[in-house]
C-alpha cells in the first residue's frame, strides 16, 4: 500500500499549486483522507480533510478560502489546490488516508501516509 504525493514545488506569494496523491496497492474510495504539513523545525500539523463521498471537507483556518481538498475515488486520488499562496504555506505536504470514513484533524486517526511534497512559497 502507498500513498505518492506530488506537485509540489517553489513559487512566489500569490501563485497557485495542486498537489495531487495517488493511492496504490489498495483502495481508500471507503476513507476520509487528509493533507498535513510540517514546516522547519516544526511538528506536522493538519491542513485539510474531506470524507470518503466528498461531501464533507474541513480546514484548518489559516487556509479557509484559499485551499480546496476533493478527491477522485474512481482514480484513488486526492488533491489540495493552494490558491494565493503565502510564504507561511511553505512546507512539506503530507497526505493521509485515515481510519474512518469522514476523515479527520487529528494525526493518530491516520493508518497511512505519504512521503512528502515540499512546497516553497518565496519571492
Known amino acids: 500500500v502507498q500513498l505518492q504525493a506530488s506537485g509540489g514545488g517553489l513559487v512566489q506569494p500569490g501563485d497557485s499549486l495542486r498537489l495531487s496523491c495517488a493511492a496504490s496497492g489498495r483502495t481508500f474510495s471507503n476513507n476520509g483522507m487528509g493533507w498535513f504539513r510540517q514546516a522547519p523545525g516544526k511538528e506536522r500539523d493538519f491542513v485539510a480533510a474531506?470524507?470518503?463521498?466528498?461531501?464533507?471537507?474541513g480546514y484548518v483556518d489559516s487556509v479557509k478560502g484559499r485551499f480546496t481538498i476533493s478527491r477522485d475515488n474512481t482514480k484513488n486520488t486526492v488533491y489540495l489546490q493552494m490558491n494565493s499562496l503565502e510564504p507561511e504555506d511553505t512546507a512539506v505536504y503530507y497526505c493521509?488516508?485515515?481510519?474512518?470514513?469522514?476523515?479527520?484533524?487529528?494525526?493518530?486517526?491516520?493508518?497511512?501516509w505519504g512521503q512528502g511534497t515540499q512546497v516553497t512559497v518565496s519571492s
Open positions: 474531506i470524507s470518503w463521498s466528498g461531501g464533507y471537507m
Open positions: 493521509g488516508a485515515s481510519r474512518g470514513a469522514l476523515g479527520s484533524r487529528r494525526m493518530r486517526d491516520y493508518s497511512y
